[in-house]
């Protein structure tokens, strides 16, 4: 979120999600998220952390707070290279890669991360391709990111695409697996599966209907 945009709404309380901070501290280890003493060391280990909208010291402080429009919608955790820099000096031992991963995986599922950035849209694509080809194609792959994100970009990488091709270090043929219906069922059957559960494990629902 641009600066100018982080200081245009007041947050009433009303407007914050009590349960999100359980929700994300129900990964496992999560729960440690309650003892973020707000030291900052996530913040300057991180090697992205000046390309973030938010630091990884604030997308915990406003995950416990119950900023969950905020965090689900904000480009840090897609930013996230996932060094394990944080989580390896985080003295309070906060898995916050782990909570990178899970901000990730609900945002997708809520379908409220930020729109036409290229990481969330080729996650979900590579996803789709495996699930229904049982491999991923790049060519394929690339050509629904452009159109998805930036269709002009399409056209700027036409050529290295005709250059990758005829040096056949890209394949224009869709290529599958055996068997792919299989592993297709596979994957509808963990996309059902809840992203995560509560503390006395009863799945907590997180699919599109959950809000
Ligand atoms: S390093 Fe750990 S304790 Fe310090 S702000 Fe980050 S998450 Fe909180
Ligand atoms: S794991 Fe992600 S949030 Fe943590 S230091 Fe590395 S890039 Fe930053």
Redesign the pocket.
């Known amino acids: 979120m641009p600066d100018w945009q982080k200081w245009r709404k007041i947050k009433y309380e009303a407007e914050l999600d009590p349960g999100f901070a359980d929700k994300i501290a129900s990964i496992p280890g999560g729960e440690k998220l309650f003892?973020?003493?707000?030291?900052?060391?996530?913040?300057g280990?991180c090697p992205l952390s000046p390309d973030m909208d938010y630091t990884?010291?604030q997308i915990?402080a406003m995950i416990r707070a119950g900023f969950k429009k905020e965090v689900l919608s904000s480009h840090t955790c897609w930013l996230c290279a996932s060094c394990y820099a944080?989580t390896v000096?985080?003295?309070?031992e906060?898995k916050?890669t782990d909570i990178m991963y899970a901000a990730k995986r609900l945002a997708i599922q809520e379908k409220v991360y930020p729109k036409r950035f290229a990481i969330p849209v080729l996650a979900r694509e590579f996803f789709n391709g495996v699930k229904r080809q049982g491999r991923s194609n790049e060519s394929f792959l690339l050509t629904r990111l452009y159109l998805k994100t930036n269709p002009l970009q399409l056209f700027k990488q036409a050529f290295l695409g005709l250059q990758l091709f005829y040096r056949g270090r890209m394949s224009l043929k869709l290529e599958s697996i055996e068997h792919k219906n299989e592993l297709k069922a596979l994957l509808n059957s963990l996309e059902k599966e809840p992203l995560m559960k509560s503390k006395t494990g009863t799945p907590v629902a997180t699919g599109e209907g959950a809000r």
């Open positions: 003892k973020c003493i707000q030291c900052g060391t996530c913040s280990m990884p010291r915990i944080c000096e985080c003295p309070k906060i916050i």
